[in-house]
């Protein structure tokens, strides 16, 4: 489903995620999966107040490539492992009223990333399929 004119989503923490960005940050991933910081947060806009909608987080590979950090930049080094679908990961709170999903950020702070590439965790993502940039 797409959004309409209407319908508004941006970070609420897009100040922190620019100063993560230009400081080149580099996350350790771990098998059991690394919560992501910052947080993933949005305020969400122009939803019918007594409609139910549900959130979901839409993630995907942006290449073909695998990264590494090196002497402070991120150079690939090879080829990912094949992924054929994009991940999509349902906020924790389910079905809400739009007056609930507009009250506040929405957070998908359960979301963890790990390097397991069979994982199968519905909030968890595989670092092998995807790159945050």
Known sequence: MSISESERVRLSNETLWKQFNSLTT???????????????????????????????????????????????????????????TVKRVGHQDGVLMGSAWMRSPVCFDRVKITNNPSDTSPSNVSSHSFIVS
């Open 26 to 84: 580099e996350m350790v991933v771990t098998k059991n999966g690394r919560k992501m910081f910052p947080k993933i947060e949005y305020v969400v806009e122009g939803l019918d107040p007594n409609q139910h909608y549900a959130l979901f987080l839409h993630i995907e590979r942006i290449d073909d490539n695998r990264y590494k950090y090196v002497s402070g930049e991120w150079m690939s080094c090879g080829k990912a492992d094949v992924v054929d």
